[in-house]
Each structure stands twice: as structure tokens, then as C-alpha cells.
């Protein structure tokens, strides 16, 4: 996926899904999607500019922490990806665009 992803060029923003897939999820019939640290690095190798976690909150049984997103992401990528955890239907505007 990520030789399909870099094909598009520069990135500007990318919205990704964190609450990620296990053996628990599994074992109750949810795929599921990236894990967080998936995610981050993702986000670190395809040069996005700024990362949006989504799905953290969407689902009380199958949720993930936003933070350990941003931690690992500052911790890996530090200065090259900028990370958002935003408030529910806080508006979002980038380089004029919203």
C-alpha cells in the first residue's frame, strides 16, 4: 500500500483510523483497522503534513488511544509529522480550506 499511497505525491492531510484489530476483536466477529502505532507510521513514511486519529471514539468496545498515537508519532517522527487530536465537531481549517 505504501508505493500506491507515495504515487499521489505530497501529502497534505491524512485521516486515520487507530482502533486497530486483535485476537479480542476477532473473537467478536470486528475486523477492525490499523492499529495506532500502523497508523503513525503510515503517517512518518508517506510525509503527510499533518495527521488526523479517527476512530478512537466511535465505538465504546472497540476503541484506542488518541495520545499514544501522538506520543509514538512525536516520539518516531518527531518534527516531520504534526498531529491533531481534535474535538468532537471542532472545526478543522488547513491552508485555508476547511
Not at 38 to 46: H, I, K, Q, V, Y
Not at 65 to 73: H, Q
Not at 83 to 89: A, N, Q, R, S, Y
Request: glycine residues 10%; contains cysteine.
Amino acid at each position: 500500500m505504501l508505493p500506491k499511497i507515495k504515487a499521489f505525491g505530497s501529502i497534505d492531510i491524512q485521516l486515520l483510523p487507530i482502533n486497530g484489530r486483535d485476537a479480542e476483536r476477532y473473537r467478536r466477529n470486528c475486523i477492525g483497522n490499523m492499529t495506532w502505532q500502523e497508523a503513525a507510521d503510515l503517517a512518518g513514511e508517506t510525509g503527510a503534513r499533518l495527521v488526523i486519529p479517527g476512530h478512537w471514539d466511535m465505538f465504546a468496545d472497540n476503541s484506542a488511544d488518541p495520545e499514544r498515537f501522538a506520543d509514538y508519532l512525536d516520539v518516531k517522527y518527531h518534527g516531520k509529522v504534526t498531529c491533531l487530536i481534535p474535538e468532537v465537531m471542532e472545526k478543522i481549517v488547513y491552508g485555508g480550506f476547511s
